[in-house]
């Protein structure tokens, strides 16, 4: 079992910036692919970003490409999301996720096993 908590969401005046933490115990992550996810009032949860498990390979949606980095520390059994240039668009509960093994090109939420309980990012125009 992987226990997953998410850290460092808040509101934030737009072209801001959020670090968020996913902090994970249990077992080390070395081996799991990383994920975050967000999820706005009304809309379904969707991809954000992933991490492959050997820490060599990311991907990122469309929508944050070049705004928002994700990295992984696995010594510290966590991973992080930096968001820049924030958008009121981006106001959502983000949520943490790993997948054994999982590569870049995990975007589908049903390809993880273990998931954080979110943190609320909120972004003011």
């Known amino acids: 079992q992987v226990q997953l908590v998410e850290s460092g969401g808040g509101l934030v005046q737009a072209g801001g910036s959020l670090r968020l933490s996913c902090a994970a115990s249990?077992?080390?992550?070395?081996?799991?692919?990383m994920g975050w996810f967000r999820q706005a009032p009304g809309k379904e949860r969707e991809f954000v970003t992933v991490?492959?498990?050997?820490?060599?390979?990311?991907y990122y949606a469309d929508s944050v490409k070049g705004r928002f980095t994700i990295s992984r520390d696995n010594a510290k059994n966590t991973v992080y999301l930096q968001m820049n240039s924030l958008k009121p668009e981006d106001t959502a509960v983000y949520y943490c996720?790993?997948?054994?093994?999982?590569?870049?090109?995990?975007?589908?939420?049903?390809?993880?096993?273990?998931w954080g309980q979110g943190t609320q990012v909120t972004v003011s125009s």
């Open positions: 996720a790993a997948a054994y093994r999982g590569s870049h090109y995990y975007t589908g939420s049903s390809r993880y096993d273990y």
């Open positions: 249990g077992r080390t992550i070395s081996s799991y692919g």
């Open positions: 991490i492959s498990w050997s820490g060599g390979n990311t």
